[in-house]
């Protein structure tokens, strides 16, 4: 069962490259989001989509584009990467039902790293 | 606007120990509560949850009650074991919020033989 699969694991960049981290799951599932996990900060939210065509800012999404042309795929793009943008980034998917209850299904993480 | 506070870590206990990991939090209307665990190298798993006030969730040997007078939902586990070492995320999701979760900064268990 492949769930949510993230790549790639680990990313170095300079500052001012660009680069998309990949999300795709196999569940069908219609809600899938990007977070961010920093020290002392936990999990913020940075875009989400509830369906195919459909994406919405979260928290912090500043930096950030997304686009959802198919249910499986959810791709987060960063045009000009920061130092401020190091982190470590999770897609989470969740069935309708299951992003009404809140059941989310988290990929293994992305590492960023801007240089 | 919602927010969720947990104590600071690192936790560090002895095998067999007892574990809370204090959670407060604030919101209008009635949001759902949640305890999500990340072990090392991977990404977040819900541990268990609690739709609505005085409901308990529980798994695993962990247990949270959902406090509404208090704003709580702190988390406990009467004996704890070193594979429970993780990183403990306390989240909630508001009332209208479909599907957005609000997580608190997390707390580091550390549970020693």
């Known amino acids: 069962n492949a769930g949510v699969t993230q790549t790639p694991k680990f990313q170095v960049l300079k500052t001012g490259q660009s680069m998309t981290l990949q999300c795709a799951q196999d569940m069908n599932h219609e809600y899938m989001s990007w977070y961010r996990q920093d020290p002392g900060m936990g999990l913020r939210l940075i875009h989400y989509?509830?369906?195919?065509?459909?994406?919405d800012q979260g928290e912090v999404p500043n930096g950030y584009n997304v686009s959802r042309s198919t249910t499986e795929d959810f791709p987060l793009r960063l045009l000009s990467a920061a130092p401020s943008q190091t982190s470590v980034y999770f897609c989470?998917?969740?069935?309708?039902?299951?992003?009404?209850?809140?059941?989310?299904?988290f990929g293994e993480g992305s590492r960023l790293t801007v240089l | 606007g919602n927010s969720v506070t947990q104590m600071e870590g690192p936790v560090t206990l002895s095998e067999e120990a007892f574990l809370t990991i204090n959670c407060t939090y604030t919101a209008t209307g009635y949001p759902s509560l949640f305890w999500y665990v990340q072990y090392p190298g991977e990404g977040l798993q819900l541990l268990l949850k609690?739709?609505?006030?005085?409901d308990k969730g529980s798994n695993k040997g962990f247990e949270a009650t959902y406090r509404k007078e208090t704003t709580s939902f702190h988390l406990e586990k009467g004996s704890v074991q070193v594979s429970d070492s993780a990183v403990y995320f306390c989240a909630l999701r508001g009332s209208s919020n479909t599907g957005k979760l609000i997580f608190g900064q997390g707390t580091t268990l550390q549970v020693k033989p």
């Open positions: 609690a739709t609505k006030a005085d």
């Open positions: 989509s509830v369906g195919a065509g459909i994406t």
């Open positions: 989470a998917s969740s069935s309708g039902q299951g992003a009404n209850t809140g059941e989310l299904f």
